[in-house]
Nanobody, 125 residues
Framework: QVELVESGGGLVQTGDSLRLSCIAS????????MGWFRQVPGKERVLVAS????????DYSDSVKGRFTMSRDNAKSTVYLQMNSLKPEDTATYYC??????????????????WGQGTQVTVSS
């Protein structure tokens, strides 16, 4: 059974940085696309960063582009989300996700069917 475990959330002030980690277990890490989503109460989860199954392509939503950096360490079965210049509007629960099928485009949001438990990020003004 595939399991994703996130860590690294917390309470920070505007302009601070945080790094989220997500460790995958239960199957080979490659070749599955990985993504970071975030959700605020009452709204749908939004994909903010994703990495291709091979690790060569990373995409970001416009809301985080230039501030967030996603990376993938296949040797450690881990993805990271480095979040800099945090803003109050970044406050959300952040989820790590993986596609269930291999060799699926990381841009296909509906393909993400395996989820971590989420980690809360709160940015105070």
């Amino acid at each position: 059974q595939v399991e994703l475990v996130e860590s690294g959330g917390g309470l920070v002030q505007t302009g601070d940085s945080l790094r989220l980690s997500c460790i995958a277990s239960g199957r080979a890490f490659v070749p599955y696309a990985m993504g970071w989503f975030r959700q605020v109460p009452g709204k749908e989860r939004v994909l903010v960063a994703s990495v291709s199954w091979g690790g060569g392509v990373i995409d970001y939503s416009d809301s985080v582009k230039g501030r967030f950096t996603m990376s993938r360490d296949n040797a450690k079965s881990t993805v990271y989300l480095q979040m800099n210049s945090l803003k109050p509007e970044d406050t959300a629960t952040y989820y790590c996700a993986s596609t269930r099928e291999a060799y699926v485009s990381h841009k296909n949001e509906r393909a993400y069917e395996i989820w971590g438990q989420g980690t809360q990020v709160t940015v105070s003004s």
